[in-house]
């Protein structure tokens, strides 16, 4: 079956970049959509981007826009995100999950249903 892998989480000062990367084994993305969520202590888990299946429609959280970037390449069978300018309240783990082949995706976690076990991403000064 399908697993999913997050690397690229570390600490980061205010105003500085990160790039997560998604990999998966098992099977293929090519008919996946893709979301990036994350959870921080005391909080529920946020949508932050996703992608769908072909990776012509993106969606972002409004916390994000304008400084993350979501893409993936089915080839590579490897879906990333790129943070940039990164804030404190970024801080969180991050989740890369899987669903259905939407032409529109959502981030909604209850659209996916195969999860990775997430990376620690600390922005701190």
């Known amino acids: 079956q399908l697993q999913l892998v997050e690397s690229g989480g570390g600490l980061v000062q205010p105003g500085g970049s990160l790039r997560l990367s998604c990999a998966a084994s098992g099977s293929t993305l090519d008919y996946h959509a893709i979301g990036w969520f994350r959870q921080a202590p005391g909080k529920e888990r946020e949508g932050v981007s996703s992608?769908?299946?072909?990776?012509?429609?993106?969606n972002y959280a409004d916390s994000v826009k304008g400084r993350f970037t979501i893409s993936r390449d089915n080839a590579e069978n490897t879906v990333y995100l790129q943070m940039n300018s990164l804030k404190p309240e970024d801080t969180a783990i991050y989740y890369c999950?899987?669903?259905?082949?939407?032409?529109?995706?959502?981030?909604?976690?209850?659209?996916?249903?195969?999860w990775g076990r997430g990376t620690q991403v600390t922005v701190s000064s």
């Open positions: 992608i769908s299946y072909s990776g012509r429609n993106t």
């Open positions: 999950a899987a669903g259905p082949p939407f032409t529109f995706p959502r981030n909604d976690p209850d659209d996916y249903n195969y």
